[in-house]
């Protein structure tokens, strides 16, 4: 039995990335976006998987979860990311859609290991950009 193997990169110590804030790097020209929402870290292709669209732009929030008629509740607080253009919930732990467990965004392992944020690739980092991107929560 053969475990695939991983390759380790360094993106930015962890003080980098503070509660609520995102980074965005570029490893072998495609987009990843980082986000730390309730003292975790959380790593995704910065493609919605509907048409493409910038996710590092979404807003980190709860959901609605299924209830009783004429009952809301909401749950799952700072765990999903939204879609900025038509709203697509997904699930940042899991990466899969709200709406549909079989519609994902693409997820990456993501570690704080010894004040740092490290990426677990498949493919070996060739060329790694961190990437500046203006976002107004």
């Known amino acids: ?3 695939k193997i991983k390759h380790r990169l360094v993106v930015s110590p962890s003080s980098d990335l503070q509660e609520g804030q995102r980074l965005l790097i570029e ?3 495609s987009e990843i976006g980082i986000i730390r929402a309730e003292g975790k870290c959380y790593a995704f292709r910065n493609a919605c998987p ?3 669209v910038q996710m590092i732009y979404g807003s980190v929030t709860g959901t609605m979860l299924p209830s009783d008629p004429h009952q809301y ?3 799952q607080h ?4 939204r879609c900025p253009l038509h709203g697509w919930e997904f699930n940042l732990q899991t990466g899969k859609a709200v709406f549909s467990p079989s519609v994902s965004m693409i ?3 993501v570690q704080e290991e010894d004040g740092s944020i490290v990426l677990y690739l498949d493919k070996s980092p060739e060329r790694v950009v961190r990437k500046s991107f203006h976002c107004v929560l």
């Open 107 to 109: 997820k990456y392992d």
């Open 1 to 3: 039995m053969s475990s």
């Open 78 to 81: 700072n765990e999903i990311i």
């Open 50 to 52: 509907h048409q493409g």
């Open 27 to 29: 490893v072998n020209g």
């Open 73 to 75: 509740v909401y749950g």
